[in-house]
């Protein structure tokens, strides 16, 4: 089954406004990771929560957990031209030893 | 922070050659390694995952003969794609975990686009 689905599949804001996408999984896991990709290069790992936390910070960047709807959300706020990438969730299920990765969603941000 | 260099970043080649990629951790060692594949405007596939001195477990449908992975020390893994043709064309990305860090993070190389004539 497919872990680690995203919505939407792309969104496109202007710049200074918030940006929010949602992953939702369906097994149990450890945590749940937050992945950059800009085009045609490698993935940069943001930001982790563990199954045990609801929500996590960092900088402007803003993860919530719903282990009970087996669902994160990820906040970007104060949107800038440079926050233009592909994200991705990815889960750590419970006793396995690699990361799932969702669909993704593609974000553009209007200058 | 961890760094995973990816090379070639780009290659082209014929129909029925061998391209040999490489995933390197540069300041940490890596027990485990990742090989994924992308297409346009997709998610990352999972292909393999690589441990150090023991073979490659790979993904379902993936053919262990045709994307060869060796992982013989604790800072290289290598993809070799033989006899590679067209469908092979792509865009591969490996990813490493470090053997200390307590969390599943990936480090991820920054990818190398294989074309093939």
């Known amino acids: 089954s497919q872990q680690g689905e995203e919505d939407p599949q792309a969104l496109s804001i202007q710049e200074g406004e918030n940006a929010t996408m949602n992953c939702s999984y369906k097994t149990s896991i450890n945590n749940l990771q937050w992945y950059r990709q800009n085009s045609g290069r490698g993935l940069v790992h943001l930001i982790l929560?563990?199954?045990?936390?609801r929500e996590k910070h960092s900088g402007r960047l803003r993860v919530t957990l719903d282990t009970s709807k087996k669902s994160s959300s990820l906040l970007i706020t104060a949107s800038r031209a440079a926050d233009t990438a592909s994200y991705f969730c990815?889960?750590?299920?419970?006793?396995?030893?690699?990361?799932?990765f969702g669909q993704g969603t593609r974000l553009t941000i209007n200058p | 922070g961890a760094v995973v260099s990816q090379h070639p970043s780009w290659v082209i080649c014929k129909s029925g050659t061998s391209v040999k990629i490489e995933c390197r951790s540069l300041?940490?060692?890596?027990?485990?390694m990742f090989w994924y594949r992308q297409f346009p405007k997709q998610s990352l596939m999972l292909m393999a995952t690589?441990?150090?001195?023991?073979?490659?477990?790979?993904e379902q449908g993936v053919e262990k003969d045709k994307f060869l992975i060796n992982h013989a020390s604790l800072t290289l893994s290598t993809l070799t794609v033989t006899s590679a043709h067209p469908e092979d064309s792509s865009f591969y990305i490996c990813?490493?975990?470090?053997?200390?860090?307590?969390?599943?993070?990936?480090?991820f190389g920054a990818g190398s686009r294989l074309t093939v004539l």
């Open positions: 300041d940490f060692q890596a027990t485990t």
């Open positions: 990815a889960t750590d299920a419970r006793g396995a030893q690699k990361l799932v």
């Open positions: 990813s490493a975990t470090d053997r200390f860090s307590g969390a599943n993070v990936l480090t």
């Open positions: 690589s441990n150090e001195g023991s073979k490659a477990t790979y």
């Open positions: 929560i563990r199954s045990n936390e």
